[in-house]
């Protein structure tokens, strides 16, 4: 099984801070790489495939970037409703695994 | 309106079986996978296995082979995610969800229904 680690496990920001979020994979996963994001009592909601392709009407201070075993996710200036918890998924694998989640918390 | 719409909220006792569905409208059901997700209260996000409605193959992930049955019956667009005999342990949010492939390979969840509640407790 490919493991995916995610970094910070939580995060504190302010409002107009640039944050990052790493993702690791246990081997190589190309460019097979999913961002999505989770607020509390809802759905996940895809934001960033293939590593770095935003998905369409997301918000384009989300941007995501890497290849091979070592990604990361950036929101270039944080808005309010971009507090939430956030993560990443190989496709690489048919078996789909998932980071296990970075929450981002207001400072 | 393209929606995947999931089934209510269960509440059972230990040992008894249960059945969830999901409705897929607005699109080809037969021509995509379906997803089942699982997140235990307070928890992450734990992908469970796939089915192709149009020949019902499916995989499971190592981790809920043998604990749950996934099927679909394509004359209503709908996929089932079941269980013989619940436990306590299966108490959590379960999200069915579409995987979508883009051109370079990878498999992206680009549509979710809203979730099903299970509360198993004695």
């Known amino acids: 099984d490919i493991q995916m680690t995610q970094s910070p496990s939580s995060l504190s920001a302010s409002v107009g801070d640039r944050v990052t979020i790493t993702c690791r994979a246990s081997q190589s996963i190309s460019s097979y790489l999913n961002w999505y994001q989770q607020k509390p009592g809802k759905a996940p909601k895809l934001l960033i495939y293939a590593a770095s392709s935003l998905q369409s009407g997301v918000p384009s201070r989300f941007s995501g970037s890497g290849s091979g075993t070592d990604f990361t996710l950036t929101i270039s200036s944080l808005q309010p409703e971009d507090f939430a918890t956030y993560y990443c998924q190989q496709s690489y694998s048919t078996l789909y695994s998932f980071g296990q989640g970075t929450k981002l918390e207001i400072k | 309106e393209v929606q995947l719409v999931q089934s209510g909220a269960e509440v059972k006792k230990p040992g008894e079986s249960l059945k969830i569905s999901c409705k897929g409208s607005?699109?080809?059901?037969?021509?995509?996978?379906i997803g089942w997700v699982r997140q235990m209260p307070g928890k992450g996000l734990e992908w469970m296995g796939i089915?192709?409605?149009?020949?019902?193959?499916?995989r499971y992930s190592p981790s809920f082979q043998g604990q749950v049955t996934i099927s679909a019956d394509k004359s209503i667009s709908t996929a089932y995610l079941q269980w013989s005999s619940l436990k306590a342990s299966d108490t959590a949010m379960y999200y069915c969800?579409?995987?979508?492939?883009?051109?370079?390979?990878?498999?992206?969840?680009?549509?979710w229904g809203r979730g099903t509640l299970v509360t198993v407790s004695s």
């Open positions: 089915i192709y409605p149009g020949d019902s193959d499916t």
């Open positions: 969800a579409r995987p979508r492939g883009d051109l370079t390979g990878n498999w992206y969840f680009d549509l």
């Open positions: 607005g699109y080809s059901f037969t021509s995509y996978w």
